[in-house]
């Protein structure tokens, strides 16, 4: 069975969303403006859009996502999915793994 990966790339200009399999093929990618003056919440939401978009336009449900990992401007703590500090964009102690979920 094959497995996926989804990546997010979370910028100052752009949110950026690629889908692979196992053998590191892109399977759908995807990018919208981030327009970082927004509430973190906002942008988040747009984040969650657009993975379920490319998850859905690559025929598959988010069950067939393996794992997912995002890349943000700033700190962010792996082990708790807290953006702790992100310099252009209005994330502060902001718990982006629980909200992903």
């Not at 200009?13 to 093929?25: E, F, L, P, Q, R």
């Not at 859905?56 to 890349?71: C, H, P």
């Amino acid at each position: 069975m094959a497995e996926y990966y989804l990546g997010i790339d979370l910028g100052g200009t752009n949110i950026a969303v690629g889908i692979v399999d196992s053998h590191y093929h892109i399977i759908q990618k995807a990018s919208t403006p981030t327009r970082a003056q927004r509430p973190a919440d906002e942008i988040t939401a747009d984040i969650a859009a657009l993975c379920r978009k490319l998850v859905t336009d690559a025929g598959l449900t988010m069950a067939d996502i393996d794992f997912a990992g995002m890349a943000t401007p700033g700190t962010a703590n792996s082990d708790t999915g807290v953006i702790e500090y992100a310099n252009n964009v209005p994330f502060f102690m902001y718990p982006m793994c629980e909200k992903l979920s």
